[in-house]
């Protein structure tokens, strides 16, 4: 019951009781008012050295909170929660999760190079060796040598990853004609030069001379003569003119052994003296 009095001063005009019914208060189940959670917005990993992102919804009367993962890389979970007064709708989710992937590393091909070729082969690729790449060669249907550079696990690539070559053949016949190397010559230890000997005038040899004969006049009767000792030749040095004298003086010792000769003849005989 409701009833309306007038304060001083003032006359109240109609109806001034009135009775009413009154409802019972709400129990707590009654007062919550109902959310839905949603799911967070999700960017993967993208490309090799990269991150990828994870973003909490904004949504009344709902909580987010991220209870596994960085938020960048790999797995992730986030749990949904009702905030005073409020409660998750029916069948609404309340738990997400997900994977944002990991990264490679990233890696850049090299360019394979090619040998010339020679007289015993054709030229060849050389294939260059990069952290992270595997190189193989195959023949294309155009008879070109293929390179191809496929991703090692954990790895991926980046630029080119293909290649063709076409490989010259070995060099003509005509172009490898062997030529005879040249033989260095040994250098010679220089000769010490001889200092030249003067030449000897040669000696013109004397003519020997031939000894003339005399015959000397018998000499006068004397006494005989003691017999002389031989003369002593002394020794000279042997020349040309030493031997002309030495045949002198032997021409002399017979012509006084022949006067003695004679001496002793004509003593023995006076007749011859007369």
Do not use: N
Not at 149 to 155: E, K, S, V
Not at 174 to 190: D, F, H, R
Not at 203 to 226: D, K, M, S
């Amino acid at each position: 019951m409701v009833t309306a009095t007038a304060k001083p001063g003032y006359r109240l005009q109609g109806r001034s009781t009135w009775t009413l019914t009154v409802d019972p208060q709400l129990d707590a189940e009654q007062c919550w008012r109902p959310a839905t959670p949603v799911a967070p917005a999700v960017t993967p990993v993208r490309g090799c050295d990269t991150v990828g992102s994870l973003v909490l919804p904004t949504t009344e009367g709902i909580t987010y909170e991220v209870t596994e993962g960085d938020g960048k890389t790999g797995t992730w979970t986030v749990v949904a929660t009702a905030d005073p007064g409020y409660t998750i709708a029916a069948y609404a989710p309340t738990v997400f999760t997900g994977d944002l992937g990991t990264p490679d590393r990233c890696a850049t091909p090299a360019v394979p190079t090619v040998t010339e070729p020679t007289c015993d082969a054709a030229a060849q690729v050389v294939l260059p060796s990069t952290e992270g790449v595997r190189y193989a060669t195959s023949t294309g249907s155009d008879e070109t040598t293929v390179v191809t550079a496929t991703a090692l696990p954990g790895y991926e690539l980046v630029g080119t990853t293909e290649w063709r070559f076409q490989l010259a053949p070995p060099l003509a016949a005509a172009s490898c004609t062997p030529t005879t190397p040249i033989v260095p010559v040994t250098p010679t230890t220089p000769t010490t030069p001889v200092t030249p000997v003067t030449p000897v005038t040669p000696v013109t040899p004397v003519t020997p001379v031939t000894p003339a004969v005399h015959h000397p006049a018998p000499p006068a009767a004397a006494p005989p003569p003691a017999h002389p000792a031989p003369p002593v030749a002394t020794a000279l040095p042997a020349t040309g003119a030493d031997a002309v004298t030495g045949l002198a003086a032997l021409a002399g010792v017979l012509l006084l052994a022949g006067g003695l000769a004679l001496v002793r003849s004509a003593r023995g005989r006076p007749e011859a003296l007369g």
